[in-house]
């Protein structure tokens, strides 16, 4: 009964959100989707009586679950790829990428926060039951309340990496695009730089910013390229902001290595074709002066650096060192995380940095801009405890075997903090 209500969630969700956006009929990959959640709870409910019936072991079940679980999230996100007009991009990309994250959204939530109880499934059949054919108000209000079950999550397990994207995607869903920049902006802190992270987070900031991609979230796109030459969403994204800038030879130039990696006859290589099609008619006309001069193909903008503000910020600074005990357990390239959290509060860091454990000693400054969340910085303490960590996966979450140091309550502000990394984690 409860894939029943997800299926109903991801085909009323992609109806309330979608059509503001781009007005296109998608009825064919909603109710593929609805099916593909109806096959594949048939098949995890098998593999539970399997389980329950002693025919199979647990491990055989963990696999299978989780196998199925990542083909039921491959196909809700098959049809992502609908490109439309140059002139239009922003938008149209907006709504492609909106049309494959509801339903990826509503299923991986499930699987992300657990069980039945995660969306009272009774409570949703007799609303379903009720009002048949769904309720738009309604229906927001059950995907605000899946985001902020998520955001609450974050809260606890502010190390999450694939956390924060989800909750970045999903408040892009919302149009709630602050709060996605936000949410992106962690993800980076942990993640690095993740090429498809950095191309959601450009999206993000262009949305935010009335629809433009020039400034940062160019300069974002360009570095996601730089790290993978193939990323389609980069390429799209800028072949568009150069198109509207009037570098229609640049935008051809991007377009073409995108109509590469399409399937050849596909819809979208058709109409990647025609956009190119159109630039090229653009760059002829602006060849023989129709638009005046023609702009020099250019490299991105560098990003300006931010203004300082004139009050100065909430901060600790100090030293982190590794204990001689512990130098012949040290890999160079293991990730170093510096952090502040609150003395008496939740688990999320304050503020946070990244670098190579291959630096120690080193000389950190933490302030209240590296905040997770503008709420819980470090001007909303007195006191907190700052600590260090070395990962070798590179996982922000403790792992068993990571070497780390922890202060006793130091008060914000200070200055020459001594943190030794002296212990191993359990």
Request: charged share 20%; proline share 6%.
């Amino acid at each position: 009964m409860f894939w029943i209500v997800v299926g109903c969630l991801v085909v009323a969700a992609l109806l309330f959100v979608v059509p503001p956006l781009l007005q296109r009929k998608a009825k064919a990959e909603v109710e593929r989707a609805a099916l593909n959640v109806s096959i594949y709870k048939n098949q995890l409910q098998e593999l539970e009586d399997d389980l329950a019936n002693g025919d199979i072991s647990q491990e055989y079940y963990d696999g299978s679950r989780e196998e199925i679980q990542r083909r039921l999230l491959e196909d809700t996100a098959v049809a992502q790829s609908d490109i439309r007009d140059g002139s239009k991009g922003l938008n149209a990309g907006v709504a492609v990428v909106t049309a494959a994250a509801v339903p990826v959204l509503a299923v991986t939530l499930y699987f992300n926060l657990g069980s039945l109880e995660a969306m009272n499934p009774e409570q949703q059949m007799a609303q379903q039951a009720a009002s048949p054919h769904g309720d738009e108000t309604d229906m927001a209000a059950q995907i605000e309340m899946m985001v902020g079950r998520l955001a609450q999550r974050l809260q606890d397990n502010p190390q999450d990496i694939e956390g924060w994207v989800m909750l970045g995607r999903s408040m892009s869903v919302l149009g709630r695009y602050d709060e996605a920049v936000q949410a992106y902006e962690n993800a980076i802190r942990f993640a690095g730089n993740d090429p498809n992270v950095l191309t959601d987070y450009a999206d993000a900031l262009a949305m935010a910013g009335n629809q433009s991609l020039e400034g940062k979230p160019l300069e974002l796109l360009q570095k996601a390229l730089s790290i993978d030459p193939n990323n389609q969403k980069a390429l799209w994204l800028i072949g568009t902001a150069l198109f509207e800038r009037g570098d229609f030879a640049g935008a051809i130039e991007h377009w073409s290595h995108l109509l590469d990696q399409l399937p050849p006859g596909s819809e979208d290589a058709d109409v990647m074709r025609a956009n190119i099609k159109e630039a090229e008619s653009y760059r002829q006309r602006q060849l023989a002066g129709e638009f005046g001069p023609v702009p020099p193909q250019q490299s991105l903008p560098e990003v300006q650096a931010e203004t300082q503000t004139a009050t100065a910020p909430a901060q600790i600074s100090g030293r982190v060192s590794l204990a001689a005990g512990l130098r012949d357990k040290l890999s160079p390239d293991a990730t170093l995380f510096v952090f502040a959290r609150a003395v008496n509060g939740p688990p999320m860091p304050l503020a946070i940095v990244r670098a190579r454990a291959g630096e120690l000693p080193l000389e950190f400054n933490l302030d209240e801009s590296m905040a997770m969340m503008p709420s819980m910085s470090l001007a909303n303490f007195n006191q907190v405890v700052v600590g260090a960590r070395i990962s070798e996966s590179g996982n922000a979450m403790p792992q068993s075997g990571d070497l780390q140091g922890m202060t006793e309550a130091v008060a914000v502000g200070t200055d020459g903090l001594e943190i030794v990394i002296d212990s191993v984690v359990p």
